[in-house]
C-alpha cells in the first residue's frame, strides 16, 4: 500500500489521501464498472439521484483503493468528525449508502468499504464468513489510523457489525443494525434457493444476456404488482446485475453459504448479544422487509438491553433509500443522545464470565439475569416493538418479564 499525507492515528483529523496501488490492482471488470458503483442507487449516468439532498456530491464521490493481505480494497471516505464505518449487505457495495452518506459526512468521518469478494474489492478464494470480514473492518480501520467508530451495518453487513464488536468491544462505540441478518433462520426463499445444492448452475445462468432480461423482467413485474419483494426491486436488480461474471458469482456463494443453507440463515447473534450492554445499539428495519422478516428486529431488541427500535412502516429490506432523510435524522437524534460506548477487555472479559456455566448447570440459569439487567437498563422490559420517539423504547406497564414468563430470547443466553 502506498499513502500519502495520512491521520496521524487519531481518526478524528483531516481526511487522508490515500494513493491507489501503482499496480492499478483488480480486474478489468473493476475498471469497467468503477464509475457506476460510485453512483447512488437510482442514478444514471450523467443523472441525478432518486433521493433528495447533496446530489452533486452522491455523484462525484470517488472510490479509493488500498492493499491490505495482498487484496485491493476499495472504499469511500468522506467528511471530518467522529467516525462512522458503514458496511452494506451480500452481493452489495459501498454505493448503497450513497443516498446518506453526504449528509453523515456533515459531521462524521464516514468510512464505507466494499467488503471482499463485492464492489470494486478484490474477490480471491478467501474467508468470506462473517468473523473474516470484521477482521477485514478491523484491519481496515487500523491502517486508516481510526481507532474506534460507530459501526453501522446492513443486511449480512449488520451480522458483520455485530460480529465486529464482539470480537472487537473496544474499538466500536455505537451499533447500528439496518435489517440486519444473524437474528433467526426466516430468509428470502431466493436465498435459500441460491445457497442450496445446485446454486452454482442457477446463477450460471446470468452470464446470459437472455436470462438476465428475463431476470429484470421479473423484478420489474414485481415492482408494478406492489409485492413487498418489489418495493426493492431497483435494489434487487442492482445486486443480481453485479454477477455477471465467474469471480463475482463465486464470491457471492461463498459468502452466502457461509451464513445460509436450504433450511435459512445458519449463524444466529443471540446467544451473545447480552454481550452488548452498555453499548448504544439502534435497530432500524424496513415494515415490509421480504429478505428477512421485520419480526426479527422485535426479537433483536427484546434480546438486546437498552437498544432502540426504528421501524419505516413502508420500507422493504433497504429503509436507508426509501426515507433516507428519515434515515439520517433518527441516526443524527441517536448520534446527540448516546454517548460511544467504552468497553475495555477487562470488562468484556467480566461480562463474558458472568454468563459461563459449569457443565452440569441447567442452560435456563444462563437467562435469570436477562430481567434484572433490562431492569437496570429501564428499557421496554421485552415489550417488542413499542417504541417511543425516535426509537427509544417505552416503560412496560407490567412485571411479567421479572417473573420470568416469557422471554424466548433469554433461553438463549447459554454458554456454548
Known amino acids: 500500500m502506498r499513502t500519502a499525507g495520512g491521520d496521524g492515528g487519531t481518526g478524528t483529523g483531516g481526511a487522508s489521501r490515500l494513493v491507489p496501488d501503482a499496480s492499478g490492482g483488480g480486474s478489468d471488470e473493476a475498471g469497467s464498472r468503477q464509475a457506476a458503483a460510485v453512483r447512488a442507487p437510482g442514478t444514471k449516468a450523467g443523472g441525478a439521484a432518486r433521493t433528495g439532498g447533496a446530489t452533486s456530491r452522491k455523484d462525484t464521490l470517488s472510490p479509493r483503493f488500498l492493499t491490505v493481505h495482498g487484496h485491493r480494497r476499495a472504499y469511500l471516505r468522506a467528511g471530518r468528525g467522529s467516525p462512522v ?21 456533515r459531521r462524521h468521518t464516514v468510512i464505507a468499504p466494499d467488503l471482499l469478494g463485492h464492489g470494486l474489492s478484490d474477490k480471491p478464494r478467501a474467508d468470506y464468513s462473517v468473523g473474516g470480514f470484521a477482521c477485514g473492518m478491523r484491519d481496515l480501520l487500523t491502517v486508516l489510523g481510526i481507532e474506534r467508530a460507530t459501526v453501522v451495518g446492513h443486511s449480512l453487513g449488520g451480522g458483520v457489525a455485530m460480529q465486529f464488536a464482539y470480537q472487537f468491544p473496544e474499538r466500536c462505540e455505537r451499533l447500528v ?59 434487487v436488480a442492482r445486486v443480481f446485475g453485479g454477477l455477471a461474471t465467474g469471480q463475482s458469482r463465486a464470491a457471492f456463494l461463498r459468502t452466502l453459504r457461509s451464513a445460509v443453507d436450504a433450511r435459512g440463515q445458519a449463524i444466529t447473534m443471540l446467544d451473545r448479544c447480552y454481550l452488548a450492554q452498555g453499548m448504544p445499539t439502534l435497530i432500524m428495519w424496513g415494515g415490509r422487509d421480504a429478505v428477512i422478516p421485520v419480526e426479527h428486529a422485535r426479537i433483536a431488541h427484546e434480546a438486546m438491553p437498552g437498544s432502540r427500535l426504528e421501524i419505516f412502516p413502508d420500507a422493504g ?3 436507508h433509500h426509501t426515507d433516507p432523510d428519515r434515515f439520517q435524522a433518527v441516526l443524527a437524534d441517536f448520534f446527540a443522545t448516546t454517548r460511544p460506548g467504552s ?39 421485552g415489550q417488542a416493538g413499542r ?3 425516535a426509537g427509544r423504547p417505552e416503560r412496560a406497564a407490567d412485571g411479567d418479564r421479572e417473573a420470568g414468563r416469557s422471554d424466548p430470547a433469554g433461553r438463549l443466553f447459554k454458554a456454548g
Open 387 to 389: 417504541v417511543g420517539p
Open 85 to 105: 464505518l458503514l458496511i452494506h449487505g451480500i452481493g452489495d457495495s459501498s454505493a448503497t449508502w450513497l443516498p446518506v452518506l453526504p449528509g453523515l459526512a
Open 343 to 381: 468497553h475495555t477487555v477487562r470488562e468484556w472479559r467480566a461480562l463474558l464470565r458472568s454468563r459461563a456455566l459449569p457443565p452440569e448447570a441447567p442452560a435456563e440459569d444462563a437467562s435469570r439475569p436477562v430481567s434484572a439487567s433490562r431492569s437496570r437498563h429501564g428499557d421496554s422490559e
Open 177 to 235: 443494525l439496518v435489517g440486519t441478518g444473524g437474528v433467526g433462520p426466516q430468509v428470502s426463499p431466493l436465498l435459500r434457493l441460491a445457497a442450496s445444492p445446485g446454486g452454482e448452475a442457477l446463477l450460471s445462468l446470468l452470464r446470459l444476456p437472455a436470462a438476465r432480461l428475463a431476470g429484470h423482467g421479473v423484478i420489474s413485474a414485481l415492482g408494478l404488482l406492489g409485492t413487498d419483494l418489489g418495493r426493492d426491486s431497483d435494489e
Open 317 to 319: 429490506h433497504f429503509p
